[in-house]
């Protein structure tokens, strides 16, 4: 059974930082990118960040390049994001994805396996 729990939501005022946790079961998340997709309210959901599991690539969309990192542990088949210097704007329930199509990795059709997600709520 393949299991993602996100962790670490939460509200902060603008400018405050938060860091998401996605703990992975059941599947070699080695595999492909795993991705950091959120999705604001009334809006659909957006790439946030991916990496690639072979080599340790990283991407980031525009919207949150220099403030977000994204980092792994695999020891722990674990994945972070990093948020600082968070806006109102980057209100949204935040998933993360596995076994993602290498080089599509900013599509969303392109998971296999999503967690719940975790909400982010950052006020003004």
């Known amino acids: 059974q393949v299991q993602l729990v996100e962790s670490g939501g939460g509200s902060v005022q603008a400018g405050g930082s938060l860091v998401l946790s996605c703990a992975v079961d059941g599947v070699t998340y080695r595999n492909g990118c795993m991705g950091w997709f959120r999705q604001p309210p009334g809006k659909e959901r957006e790439w946030v960040a991916a990496?690639?599991?072979?080599?340790?690539?990283?991407s980031y969309a525009e919207s949150v390049k220099g403030r977000f990192r994204f980092s792994r542990d695999n020891a722990k088949n674990a994945v972070y994001l990093s948020m600082n210097s968070l806006k109102p704007e980057d209100t949204a329930m935040y998933y993360c994805?596995?076994?993602?199509?290498?080089?599509?990795?900013?599509?969303?059709?392109?998971?296999?396996?999503w967690g719940q997600g975790t909400q982010v709520t950052v006020s003004s």
């Open positions: 990496i690639n599991t072979r080599n340790g690539d990283v």
């Open positions: 994805a596995a076994n993602g199509t290498l080089g599509r990795c900013f599509l969303s059709e392109e998971y296999a396996y």
